[in-house]
C-alpha cells in the first residue's frame, strides 16, 4: 500500500459515500483501510481515476473501492464512488485516514535557541522553532508557525495562521497576509536584477528599496524566489499557488488564483491577471502583460503581451490551434523541398 500506517481508520464503502456525498456502487460493506494509486492498489486500499490516460490501469485495477466520475463507464465486479469529482474527493478520503497521524515538530512554543529581536511583536499561539532569527519591530501575528533555520529580516509584517518551512528566508519590509506557506529554503524579497553601465564606474548596482506583498491564502514552492521592487511592490495575489524552483522578478504583479508551475521564470514589472496558468519552465518577458483566464504550456516562451482567454504554447507563443497547424505545415517542410527539386530537375 502507497498510504497506509498504523493510525489508518477503516471505512466501509456506505461510510464513504455518506462521508463525500457521493453514489455508491457495489457491495456498501466493501472496507477499505490504506489509499494506493491503481496500478499496485490492493483490495484494501482506495484510489481514483480521473485521466483517459489510465484507462487500462483502471480497468485491471484491484482497488477495493475506487473513487470516479459520472461519465466513467463501469467494469463489472468492482465496488465503485462516484463523485464530480473524483481526485479532490481522493484528497478528502485521505484526509479521513489520516487524521489521527501527528507529525507535527516537537518543538512547541518558542525554542531557547530562537534569537528574537526586543522590539518584535510575536502574537498569541506563535511557534518558532530552533535557530530562528527575527529581526527589528518584525510583527508575527496569532498561530502562525515559523520552522527551523528561518531568517526574518527588519520590519516585516507576517498574518494569521502562516507556516514557514525550514530555512526560509524573508527580507526587509515584506507584508504577508494570512494563511500563507512558505515551503522549505524560498527567498522573499531578495534584490532584483538591476544594472546600469556608467562610463566613470563600470556597472552600477541599482539597490531596490520597495517591497513584497503576498496576499491571503498563497503558497510559495521550496526554491522558489519572489524579488523586491525596485520603488513599489511586488504583489501575488490571493490563492495563487506557486510550485518549486520559480522566479519572479521585481515589480511583477499577479492577479489572484493563479497556478504558476516549476521553473518558470518571470521578467520585472510584467503583469499577470487572474485565474492564470502556467506550465512548467515557461519564460515571461519583462513589462508584457496577461490577461486573465490565459494558459501558458510548459515551455512557452512569451514575448509580448497576451490580452484574450485561451491556451497559448511555443516560442514565441501563440495560439495552441495556430501553433498546431504551423507545426503541421513544418513537418513538411522537407517532402515539399524534394518536390520543388524534382520539378526543376524535370526542367533541365
Same mark, same amino acid.
Given at each position: 500500500m502507497?498510504?497506509?500506517s498504523?493510525?489508518? =481508520?477503516? /471505512?466501509?464503502l456506505?461510510?464513504?459515500?455518506?462521508?463525500?456525498d457521493?453514489?455508491?456502487v457495489?457491495?456498501l460493506e466493501t472496507e477499505?483501510?490504506?489509499?494506493?494509486?491503481?496500478?499496485t492498489a490492493?483490495?484494501?486500499?482506495i484510489s481514483?481515476?480521473?485521466?483517459?490516460?489510465?484507462?487500462s490501469q /483502471?480497468a485491471?485495477s484491484?482497488a477495493?473501492?475506487?473513487l470516479v466520475g459520472?461519465?466513467?463507464?463501469?467494469?463489472?465486479?468492482k465496488?465503485?464512488?462516484?463523485h464530480p469529482?473524483? #481526485?479532490?474527493?481522493f484528497?478528502t478520503?485521505?484526509?479521513f485516514?489520516f487524521?489521527?497521524?501527528?507529525i507535527r515538530s516537537?518543538f =512547541?512554543?518558542?525554542?531557547?535557541?530562537a534569537?528574537?529581536h526586543p522590539?518584535?511583536k510575536i502574537? !498569541?499561539?506563535?511557534?518558532?522553532?530552533?535557530?530562528?532569527?527575527?529581526?527589528? !519591530?518584525?510583527?508575527v501575528s496569532? /498561530?502562525?508557525q515559523i520552522?527551523?533555520?528561518c531568517?526574518i529580516?527588519?520590519?516585516?509584517q507576517?498574518?494569521?495562521?502562516?507556516?514557514f518551512?525550514?530555512?526560509?528566508?524573508?527580507? !526587509?519590509?515584506?507584508i504577508?497576509k494570512?494563511?500563507?506557506?512558505?515551503?522549505?529554503n524560498?527567498?522573499?524579497g531578495?534584490c532584483?536584477?538591476?544594472y546600469e553601465s556608467?562610463v566613470?564606474?563600470g556597472?552600477?548596482?541599482?539597490?531596490?528599496y520597495g517591497?513584497?506583498?503576498l !496576499?491571503d491564502?498563497?503558497?510559495?514552492? #521550496?526554491?522558489?524566489?519572489?524579488?523586491?521592487?525596485?520603488? =513599489?511592490?511586488?504583489r501575488i495575489?490571493r490563492?495563487t =499557488?506557486i510550485?518549486?524552483?520559480?522566479q519572479?522578478?521585481?515589480n511583477?504583479?499577479?492577479?489572484?488564483?493563479?497556478?504558476?508551475?516549476?521553473?518558470?521564470?518571470?521578467?520585472?514589472?510584467?503583469k499577470?491577471g487572474d485565474?492564470?496558468?502556467?506550465?512548467g519552465q515557461?519564460?515571461?518577458n519583462g513589462?508584457?502583460?496577461?490577461?486573465?483566464?490565459?494558459?501558458?504550456?510548459?515551455k512557452s516562451?512569451?514575448m509580448?503581451s497576451i490580452?484574450?482567454?485561451g491556451m497559448?504554447?511555443?516560442?514565441?507563443?501563440g495560439p495552441?490551434?495556430?501553433q498546431?497547424?504551423?507545426?503541421?505545415r513544418?513537418?513538411k517542410?522537407?517532402?515539399? /523541398?524534394k518536390r520543388?527539386?524534382?520539378l526543376?530537375?524535370s526542367?533541365g
Amino acid at each position: 500500500m502507497l498510504l497506509k500506517s498504523s493510525s489508518c =481508520k477503516t /471505512f466501509t464503502l456506505q461510510q464513504l459515500a455518506s462521508l463525500l456525498d457521493a453514489e455508491a456502487v457495489g457491495s456498501l460493506e466493501t472496507e477499505i483501510n490504506g489509499a494506493d494509486d491503481l496500478l499496485t492498489a490492493t483490495q484494501e486500499d482506495i484510489s481514483f481515476y480521473s485521466n483517459e490516460k489510465y484507462y487500462s490501469q /483502471f480497468a485491471s485495477s484491484k482497488a477495493g473501492i475506487i473513487l470516479v466520475g459520472p461519465d466513467v463507464e463501469l467494469v463489472e465486479g468492482k465496488a465503485y464512488l462516484i463523485h464530480p469529482k473524483p #481526485s479532490l474527493a481522493f484528497q478528502t478520503v485521505l484526509q479521513f485516514l489520516f487524521e489521527h497521524r501527528d507529525i507535527r515538530s516537537g518543538f =512547541k512554543d518558542i525554542h531557547p535557541t530562537a534569537v528574537i529581536h526586543p522590539t518584535a511583536k510575536i502574537g !498569541e499561539g506563535v511557534r518558532i522553532g530552533p535557530n530562528v532569527v527575527i529581526d527589528r !519591530e518584525v510583527e508575527v501575528s496569532d /498561530f502562525t508557525q515559523i520552522d527551523a533555520g528561518c531568517v526574518i529580516y527588519p520590519l516585516v509584517q507576517i498574518g494569521k495562521y502562516c507556516h514557514f518551512y525550514a530555512n526560509v528566508t524573508v527580507r !526587509e519590509e515584506v507584508i504577508i497576509k494570512n494563511r500563507v506557506i512558505l515551503q522549505p529554503n524560498c527567498v522573499i524579497g531578495g534584490c532584483g536584477f538591476g544594472y546600469e553601465s556608467d562610463v566613470h564606474r563600470g556597472v552600477v548596482k541599482l539597490e531596490h528599496y520597495g517591497k513584497v506583498i503576498l !496576499e491571503d491564502d498563497v503558497e510559495i514552492g #521550496s526554491g522558489t524566489t519572489i524579488d523586491r521592487a525596485r520603488f =513599489k511592490s511586488t504583489r501575488i495575489g490571493r490563492m495563487t =499557488k506557486i510550485d518549486n524552483l520559480v522566479q519572479i522578478g521585481h515589480n511583477v504583479d499577479i492577479g489572484m488564483a493563479n497556478f504558476i508551475v516549476a521553473q518558470v521564470g518571470i521578467a520585472g514589472s510584467t503583469k499577470v491577471g487572474d485565474r492564470v496558468q502556467i506550465g512548467g519552465q515557461a519564460g515571461l518577458n519583462g513589462h508584457i502583460k496577461i490577461g486573465s483566464d490565459v494558459q501558458i504550456g510548459a515551455k512557452s516562451g512569451v514575448m509580448a503581451s497576451i490580452l484574450e482567454p485561451g491556451m497559448y504554447v511555443g516560442l514565441p507563443a501563440g495560439p495552441a490551434m495556430d501553433q498546431g497547424r504551423l507545426h503541421t505545415r513544418l513537418k513538411k517542410l522537407d517532402q515539399l /523541398f524534394k518536390r520543388v527539386d524534382a520539378l526543376e530537375n524535370s526542367k533541365g
